[in-house]
């Protein structure tokens, strides 16, 4: 198993599962609302042209959220093949 | 309240189809309104089952019920202070574990729920199958599949509901294990809730402990008010709860909270609800693939100025049509009541005071129209919230949002707009503060009213480079719009920037379903509440640039030099154009004893730093009825008769050739006319919008003091430099 590392790192097409939720207070509700909570799987679909924010996929829909909001989240990313 | 019918409350994400349910339901038989207070809006219809008559309300899209958003207060505060008699749940079958988030929160509040697993249409063509009956046995609720778009399964989801709603009790809260920390806390509290009945008229008991866990302010705030000493109480095992949680597993109740409702679903999930036997071709692979456009680094922002550009152009394009053909009709209201009636204050009153004013009320509605439709097919479509993602970076940085970029384009952002769809156009963003923030600094921009005044004074003054200087114009309006709100967002509307993280929905063909009616009823508010006030205050603007007039001294001055006009000219062109003369000079003498000129005449010593003297006051002055009238108000002023903004070649001479306009003091103008309160109309919007006259006069004083700052500063740098 690897170490988690933050969300931000992750490319465009990566995948990961979602290790731990740093953010407290109204981000972290919304955040956990929308389903970005511990064990979740995520993939990285783009990146919006100024490369901020973030688009991705998770439980079959597409979420985004701004770097520094991607912050408070580590993933574990997927082992390539 | 709803005693006598059946009150059934449409709860749902946004985006899982519950507005076309709520629309397929009602029909035309609905109300639009707004939660008092607040801009949320409140849709309530009405629809007929087994002759039955059912009261529907359509609550706001949320995706949770904790305090997170004004959505979510109001979507809570309907379902436990109104009680519905059921509530019907709708669900996009194809994001079925977020969506049985909210359900899952429903029950836990004890609301008898049925589901309607919609979108099923889209589902099973993702190859998901979703076995709707094991769901219901799981969960307990009944379940109907539904495609709201077609209509299929609505009915029996609405029967199901119904049924619920007559069962003499209610159902008992749904209970799920948090984990051992937070239900031995849950414990210790609901019998002190139960026992003092702390807030449990409206609530279940151990609901209002699980809120007091996740620390939710609506509900502490309400237990405060309610009973101090309970609410500390409950609070002091809340926090040894959440420092044992911080000490052995580094988290805190509401992650813990979330964490086991996630998990709940999950688990409900993997007993055979779901077969998901997705392969490629699915809807989000082909949202995906748009995106790659869409989105894309280069292309995106290319076809979105593009889509910007077309939704600005149709707006003010098509809205011509209609706008021309109130113009005739109005026109010739005018036409007919000028030969009507004698002349006197009366048929003033009437021309110039009621009948524009109402024109001027009407002229706005096929530009709000348009837009509202517009929009509406943009935000179902799904591109609206691609527009935020794609222009968040650059608002944000002035405390907006990537959605304010459309009310300012429509307010002018393109050179030609107008503040009053564009002001409306807000309603998309749904963070309070950018959507203020928004609607304070949009009338900052190039609306269609302001380009005569622009066209008039680079005509003269710029001759050479008339296009850069309007495109320089257009650029001060957006510059000073975004750093505007970046000053009110750090001060004024200060707060904590609410996060971004929004559902980009897939692509779908927007429904026009329920948009109509919905954009009438906009119209009508607007008719109805702004129309009644700007016609009042039109009345009053009326009064103030006629009253008190000149002396009948003056008049008869006037009176006897036309006598002797008439006495000396033979018959003849010469005669007319002398008499115009007279009549001219009368009505500039007339501007000028009003209550607009003394005022205008009073200010000149104030206003002189900026290069201006009291005819171009008493224009600026008559500008806050609507900008358009700054022209012909300069006109009357210079004892031309009535000008025509657009054919004005004499005003232009006389100003050309008039010592007192330099280029200092016609830079001032042209950027006082940019930035000086905005009309009246707009103001009277804004008050609509924002809920609140403070806004609104906060506005006309703000961008009066700005524009006054800014017109000094270029008229005194110009003429320092011109030395």
Known sequence: MTTPVSLRTLQAGQAATIATVGAAGELGRRIRDMGLVPGAQVEVVGRAPLKDPVALRIKGFTLTLRNNEADFITVIPEQKE | ?723
């Open chain 2, 1 to 723: 309240m709803h005693s006598d019918t059946m009150f059934i409350a449409i709860a749902g994400n946004p985006n899982a189809g519950k507005t076309t349910a709520f629309n397929k339901y009602t029909g035309a038989r609905q109300h639009v309104g707004n939660y008092p207070g607040i801009t949320v809006e409140k849709k309530e219809g009405q629809t007929m089952l087994h002759g039955k008559q059912i009261s529907l309300i359509d609550l706001p899209g949320t995706y949770s019920l904790t305090a997170y958003s004004l959505e979510e207060v109001v979507a809570r505060k309907v379902l436990a202070e109104e009680k519905p008699g059921a509530v019907l749940n709708v669900l996009n079958a194809g994001v079925l574990e977020r969506n049985l988030y909210l359900t899952v929160q429903l029950l836990e509040m004890g609301m008898p729920v049925a589901i309607a697993l919609n979108m099923m249409d889209e589902a099973r063509n993702q190859g998901l199958q979703i076995n709707a009956v094991r769901l219901a046995e799981l969960i307990g609720v009944p379940v109907v599949s539904t495609v709201a778009r077609t209509g299929e399964g609505l009915e029996t989801a609405l029967e199901a509901a119904v049924t619920l709603a007559m069962q003499p009790t209610r159902p008992a809260p749904l209970v799920i294990s948090y984990g051992q920390d937070v239900d031995e806390a849950l414990l210790a509290m609901t019998p002190i809730i139960e026992e003092h009945q702390f807030l449990t008229t409206h609530y279940p008991a151990r609901w209002i402990a699980l809120k007091y866990l996740e620390h939710d302010e609506d509900i502490l705030r309400q237990g405060l008010a309610a009973n101090k000493e309970i609410s500390d109480l409950l609070s002091a095992k809340v926090s040894t709860c959440a420092k044992h949680l911080e000490a052995t597993l580094r988290t805190y109740p509401e992650a813990v909270i979330a964490d086991y409702r996630y998990g709940y679903i999950a688990s409900l999930l993997r007993q055979g609800v779901i077969a998901d036997t997705r392969n490629q071709q699915n809807r989000i692979a082909y949202s995906d693939k748009m995106d790659r456009v869409l989105t894309h680094q280069i292309f995106g922002p290319l076809l979105m100025l593009g889509v910007l550009y077309a939704m600005y152009f149709i707006t003010f394009k098509l809205g011509e049509y209609p706008a021309e053909w109130l113009g005739v009709a109005f026109e010739w209201l005018r036409g007919v009541a000028d030969a009507a009636l004698p002349e006197g204050p009366f048929k003033s009153l009437l021309l110039s005071g009621i009948i524009d004013g109402v024109g001027g009320v009407l002229g706005f509605v096929p530009l709000i129209m348009i837009m509202f439709l517009l929009i509406a097919m943009l935000e179902d479509s799904g591109y609206m919230a691609r527009v935020a993602y794609m222009m968040d970076r650059v608002f944000r940085f002035f405390g907006l949002h990537g959605a304010s970029v459309m009310p300012f384009i429509i307010s002018g952002g393109i050179a030609g707009g107008c503040a009053v769809p564009g002001i409306m156009a807000a309603r998309t963003l749904r963070s309070p503060r950018k959507r203020l923030a928004t609607i304070l600094t949009a009338p900052f921009m190039t609306c269609g009213a302001k380009l005569p005044v622009f066209l008039l004074f680079v005509g003269i003054f710029f001759e050479k480079n008339q296009t850069l200087v309007m495109f320089m114009l257009s650029l001060t309006g957006w510059a000073v719009a975004l750093l505007t709100a970046r000053l009110l967002r750090s001060s004024l509307i200060k707060g904590e920037a609410t996060p971004f993280v929004m559902e980009l929905p897939p692509y779908r063909l927007p429904t026009l379903s329920g948009v109509v009616i919905h954009t009438w009823e906009r119209i009508w508010e607007y008719m109805r509440k702004a129309g009644t006030v700007i016609l009042a205050i039109s009345v009053l603007l009326w009064a103030g640039m006629t009253y008190p007039g000149i002396s009948d001294e003056a008049a008869a001055t006037f009176t006897s030099k036309r006598t002797a006009i008439e006495a000396t000219m033979p018959e003849g062109d010469a005669r007319k154009d002398a008499l115009f003369a007279v009549s001219a000079e009368e009505a500039s003498a007339a501007l000028r004893a009003s209550a607009a000129g003394r005022i205008g005449t009073f200010l000149e010593p104030i206003t002189a730093p900026a290069g201006f003297d009291w005819k171009t006051n008493i224009a600026l002055i008559a500008g806050i009825a609507a900008k358009e009238v700054v022209i012909s108000t300069l006109g009357t002023a210079y004892s031309l008769g009535e000008v025509d903004p657009e054919e004005n070649t004499t005003l232009a001479d006389r100003i050309r050739n008039d010592s007192n306009w330099t280029k200092a003091n016609a830079v001032a103008l042209l950027l006082f006319t940019l930035l000086y309160s905005p009309c009246l109309v707009t103001l009277v919007v804004i008050k609509q919008e924002t809920g609140s006259w403070r806004w609104s006069a906060f506005s006309f004083f703000f961008n009066l003091g700005l524009a006054f700052l800014v017109a000094v500063a270029a008229n005194q740098i110009l003429l320092l430099a011109a030395r």
